[in-house]
């Protein structure tokens, strides 16, 4: 902790870059087109079957809207009793990722917008766009605390631009979020020169390019209870796998001013990919003997920087629930490069408990590292007006004084321990 007399009495602006929202089912339907109205009907009904089976195999727990145990379903949608809970917390603005899977979608954990073979493309499409304005209509609510993410579909990558320029016209300054295209689902690799436009219009427009863990993973099969633990052993690992598919393929190298956001994946791996990656690099670029160079050697010769360098320029990483075990990894990644969230309203978020869990991450960090990460960043990458917060900010943000004062085991409920912030208080 900071001798006393060394600290701000200014409070910190606390930005979670990692939250999600989304209509309760049959919310969804006036932001549907007449043809589609019929069968959303059937879809209804089959939303709540499949709600009911994740009940069945998490034991028949509490199952919120998008399939997590234990989740209200009013805080994806209720924006007046949300911002009350946030406020609580010293939340002053969110960047609002999907939640509620979209109508038409296969499954209640279809909320990052990924197509399966044989989907039925049109529809989802569609699920997908009524999404997107129900959220605008939830951002404009506290436009200047929300910035929310619009989803995009790859199989439809003239309609994705169009809904691009649509969402930035309509205020959906958090950019896009990226869906993943594993292996198996007959969508295009994110290196496939197809998805060019997209990159090139979230560019003109200043629009973010955000890819979440949980999308982008293949299709673990029906073994349950064993394939939701290989879920949750490779879940991260499929999302910043887009990291060496837009370097490599160039599209950093196109679009410099490009802002790109990992979110949720932890910091632990990305010192060590970032060297991997460029050790490939040089050894693709410099040493022509060997096979790194066969294979990789005609595809960064387009490249003018590394895969370090490209990382510093325009990448960043959405740290969800910071752990302290993973605080100090933030030297190494860059303070400047981490935006700390909640994701809230998840069952592994920090709520209600974040202002114990700042406590516990922050408490032996420079105030001015503390308040880049929980906000300053956030603000600069998502394009938050500071100065229209700052009422905000002097209401209801924690106090340097407050997050520097260790915590104990002793003052933080058992179940806190839901999210990983808390695992060093295990007994």
């Known amino acids: 902790m900071p001798p006393p007399g060394t600290l701000s009495p200014q409070p910190y602006l606390v930005i979670t870059a990692d939250s999600h929202a989304g209509a309760a089912p049959e919310l969804y339907g006036p932001y549907l087109e007449k043809k589609w109205q019929s069968e959303y009907q059937g879809w209804l009904k089959q939303a709540e079957q499949l709600a009911q089976i994740m ?200 679009h410099p001013n490009l802002r790109f956001v990992l979110t949720e994946t932890g910091l632990e791996w990305v010192s060590p990919v970032l060297e991997q990656l460029d050790a490939f690099y040089h050894r693709m670029k410099t040493n022509t003997q060997c096979s790194e160079h066969i294979f990789g050697g005609p595809t960064v010769a387009k490249l003018s920087l590394t895969p370090s360098e490209y990382f510093e320029r325009q990448i960043w990483i959405g740290a969800s629930f910071l752990s302290p075990a993973h605080c100090p990894m933030r030297e190494q990644v860059g303070v400047h490069k981490i935006m700390w969230g909640s994701d809230y309203p998840h069952v592994e978020g920090s709520h209600p408990w974040t202002r114990e869990h700042l406590r516990l991450t922050f408490h032996d960090v420079p105030e001015a590292e503390v308040r880049s990460i929980l906000g300053e960043t956030a603000a600069a990458v998502y394009g938050f007006d500071m100065s229209k917060l700052a009422e905000i900010v002097n209401r209801i943000g924690p106090r340097p004084a407050e997050l520097a004062t260790p915590i104990t085991a002793a003052e933080v409920p058992i179940e806190a321990q839901k999210c990983p912030a808390f695992a060093s208080l295990a007994p």
């Open 55 to 254: 009940r069945d195999v998490m034991g028949n727990r509490s199952i919120g809207v998008d399939g997590d145990p234990d989740e209200v379903g009013w805080r994806n949608w209720d924006s007046q009793r949300r911002l009350a809970e946030c406020e609580r917390e010293g939340v002053v603005a969110e960047i609002v990722f999907p939640n509620t899977s979209p109508p038409f979608a296969p499954s209640m954990l279809s909320e990052f917008g990924e197509a399966e073979l044989g989907a039925d493309y049109e529809r989802r499409w569609a699920g997908i766009r009524a999404h997107n304005r129900w959220l605008a209509d939830f951002c404009a609510e506290q436009p200047h605390r929300r910035a929310g993410i619009a989803q995009i579909f790859l199989p439809f990558v003239e309609e994705s631009v169009k809904e691009i320029r649509w969402a930035h016209a309509h205020g959906l300054r958090g950019g896009i979020l990226l869906p993943g295209a594993p292996p198996g689902s007959g969508i295009e690799p994110l290196y496939a020169p197809c998805y060019e436009p997209i990159w090139e219009t979230c560019a003109e427009l200043g629009m973010p390019i955000n890819h979440h863990s949980g999308g982008g993973t293949p299709e673990f099969g029906n073994y349950l209870p064993q394939s939701l633990a290989m879920y949750i052993l490779e879940v991260q690992w499929w999302a910043y796998r887009s990291l060496w598919h837009l370097m490599f393929s160039g599209v950093f190298e196109r």
